[in-house]
């Protein structure tokens, strides 16, 4: 994963002035520009969020003062001051997601830097299902769920914040894979919905997904295992029987993913048997016309 916590390489003082002055600038400008109105959200999206992505971008702010920024960034969307269903909103949803998946801030202590952490995972999540959360690109989705997928795996945090990862994961691939419907029903000829994105975010996440639960590559660990089926149940719930009329995901199911969980039912890992007969369950329900051989086996 990424750091997200830097201690902090020498800057040359004047460069670190000029960040400074610049982002206080930004919130002076904010400030005129709000109190010149009765309704803050008349001001533009862009003018209301800048200063604080500016924060949430510099590496030499502390993490107290990060996590400041990132609790206002989940208020302004939860509380409607940014609204994410505007059609103009699209650049201010990417801004703040490229911003917030590379993060960076000054690392004081790990018990602060992880609530720092924890904040990213909360608005990530608000961003993604926010109003505006179908019209995420391939690219934003792909790093959010990178962002999120490698905190869940990170082992040097605490366990607290590797189970909220978790959460958030499952609920984030819930919400992906459900966008599979959509594109199906759009092939049918139903009319384009608009969107966060489409099968080639949802092909990469799923690739990943597939590749983590693999028991033969040596890089990932039984915990990443473990994590990997457990995500992949979530998308199987979700999407199963949607995924087998792609080819692009069929393919990865009656290969890689078969394989490996036929692999894992060989072995001696009593953790991981029992999430890999559930998802096996799921394949061989949604896939029957394609796993003749692979149930016979």
Same mark, same amino acid.
């Given at each position: 994963?990424? !750091?997200?916590?830097?201690?902090?390489?020498?800057?040359?003082? @004047?460069?670190?002035?000029?960040?400074?002055?610049?982002?206080?600038? @930004?919130? &002076?400008?904010? $400030?005129?520009?709000?109190?010149?109105?009765?309704?803050?959200?008349?001001?533009?999206?862009? /003018?209301?969020?800048?200063?604080?992505l500016l924060v949430i971008r510099d590496p030499e702010t502390a993490g107290p003062?990060?996590?400041? /920024? &990132?609790?206002?960034?989940?208020?302004?969307?939860?509380?409607?001051?940014?609204?994410?269903?505007?059609?103009?909103?699209?650049?201010? *949803?990417?801004?703040?997601?490229?911003?917030?998946?590379?993060?960076?801030?000054?690392?004081?202590?790990?018990?602060?830097?992880?609530?720092?952490?924890?904040?990213?995972?909360?608005?990530?999540?608000?961003?993604?299902? !926010?109003?505006?959360?179908?019209?995420?690109?391939?690219?934003?989705?792909?790093?959010?769920?990178?962002?999120?997928?490698?905190?869940?795996? #990170?082992?040097?945090?605490?366990?607290m914040l590797r189970k909220a990862a978790e959460s958030t994961l499952f609920t984030?691939?819930?919400?992906?894979?459900?966008? &599979?419907?959509?594109? #199906?029903?759009?092939?049918?000829?139903?009319? /384009?919905?608009?969107?966060?994105?489409?099968? +080639?975010?949802?092909?990469?996440?799923?690739?990943?997904?597939?590749?983590?639960?693999?028991? $033969?590559?040596?890089?990932?660990?039984?915990?990443?295992? &473990?994590?990997? *089926?457990?995500?992949?149940? @979530?998308?199987?719930?979700?999407?199963?029987?949607?995924?087998?009329?792609?080819?692009?995901? $069929?393919?990865?199911?009656?290969?890689?993913?078969?394989?490996?969980?036929?692999?894992?039912?060989?072995?001696?890992?009593?953790?991981?048997?029992? +999430?890999?007969?559930?998802?096996?369950?799921? *394949?061989?329900?949604?896939? $029957?016309?394609?796993?003749?051989?692979?149930?016979?086996?």
């Amino acid at each position: 994963m990424a !750091s997200f916590a830097d201690k902090g390489d020498d800057m040359d003082s @004047s460069d670190y002035e000029v960040g400074r002055m610049v982002i206080l600038e @930004s919130f &002076l400008l904010l $400030r005129e520009a709000v109190n010149g109105v009765a309704d803050p959200r008349a001001v533009g999206l862009q /003018a209301i969020i800048d200063p604080f992505l500016l924060v949430i971008r510099d590496p030499e702010t502390a993490g107290p003062i990060t996590r400041c /920024a &990132l609790v206002s960034i989940q208020r302004f969307i939860s509380h409607g001051v940014v609204d994410l269903a505007r059609g103009d909103a699209v650049g201010a *949803l990417l801004d703040m997601t490229q911003a917030v998946t590379h993060c960076r801030f000054e690392a004081t202590d790990a018990a602060s830097d992880e609530v720092v952490l924890m904040q990213i995972l909360n608005v990530l999540g608000a961003l993604v299902l !926010s109003a505006g959360g179908s019209d995420l690109n391939d690219v934003a989705v792909c790093e959010i769920m990178e962002t999120v997928l490698s905190m869940s795996c #990170q082992m040097r945090v605490s366990e607290m914040l590797r189970k909220a990862a978790e959460s958030t994961l499952f609920t984030l691939v819930t919400f992906v894979f459900g966008r &599979l419907g959509d594109l #199906q029903r759009e092939a049918d000829g139903a009319p /384009a919905t608009p969107a966060r994105f489409g099968l +080639p975010a949802i092909r990469e996440l799923y690739r990943v997904l597939v590749a983590l639960a693999n028991p $033969r590559d040596l890089q990932y660990t039984d915990t990443m295992r &473990l994590l990997a *089926l457990n995500t992949l149940q @979530s998308a199987f719930q979700r999407a199963c029987y949607t995924m087998a009329e792609f080819p692009a995901l $069929r393919e990865l199911t009656l290969g890689d993913l078969s394989h490996s969980l036929l692999l894992i039912l060989q072995r001696d890992q009593p953790a991981l048997i029992a +999430p890999a007969l559930r998802v096996l369950y799921l *394949l061989f329900a949604s896939h $029957r016309r394609y796993t003749k051989g692979h149930l016979e086996l």
